[in-house]
């Protein structure tokens, strides 16, 4: 299910996606960090006036509490900002859920349709690890794997402007398959 997740034609246009939301949502953290800065600067000058040993020490009550004002606008804008970067890591991390359970969804539709066909009563996924961290399946009959016919269905109505996936270096060890059982052979 991860290769043909992976290998998927939404999901390179999906990754496209979020690459240019999180770009974006970047550039608004930059620009509220660039607001933040100035008011830091904007700050420090206060500091320096209210230090300033020819003022009057009514100006420097007065820059002080700018500098107190200044201070307060400064905590805000780092709430802002850190409630930005929350919200938007929340936000991207939600649509990638979301995505990836209609993914799963519309694969494991198509890998279940493929394998009937074939005569299957039980279809497994072999890319996912034991609680104890050793695969699920210890073997299965390669004659029985499914997943380039599950690939090539999923990406029927691929768009030619899409970049093919980088196929993994040895696809037979690398890449997780779905199998059909033993007894699933037509």
Do not use: C, W
Not at 157 to 182: F, G, I, T
Request: charged letters at 30%; zero cysteines; glycine letters at 6%.
């Amino acid at each position: 299910m991860a290769a043909l997740l992976d290998g998927h034609h939404k999901t390179l246009e999906q990754n496209e996606k979020l690459r240019a939301d999180g770009q974006k949502a970047q550039e608004e953290f930059d620009r509220l960090n660039k607001e933040g800065n100035v008011l830091v600067e904007q700050y420090k000058e206060l500091v320096e006036q209210a230090n300033n040993p020819t003022a009057s020490d009514a100006s420097k009550a007065r820059v002080q509490a700018d500098a107190q004002r200044k201070m307060e606008e400064i905590q805000r804008k780092q709430g802002e900002l850190q409630a930005f970067q929350q919200n938007t890591q929340r936000a991207l991390q939600g649509r990638i859920r979301t995505f990836r359970d209609l993914m799963f969804e519309e694969i494991g539709k198509i890998a279940t349709d493929i394998a009937r066909r074939k005569g299957a009563t039980l279809l497994l996924d072999k890319s996912g690890l034991s609680l104890i961290g050793i695969t699920n399946i210890v073997y299965s009959d390669p004659a029985l794997d499914i997943t380039e016919e599950v690939m090539r269905e999923i990406n029927k109505d691929r768009p030619a402007n899409l970049p093919s996936p980088a196929p993994a270096a040895n696809p037979a060890a690398d890449s997780p398959r779905v199998s059909l059982p033993l007894g699933g052979r037509n």
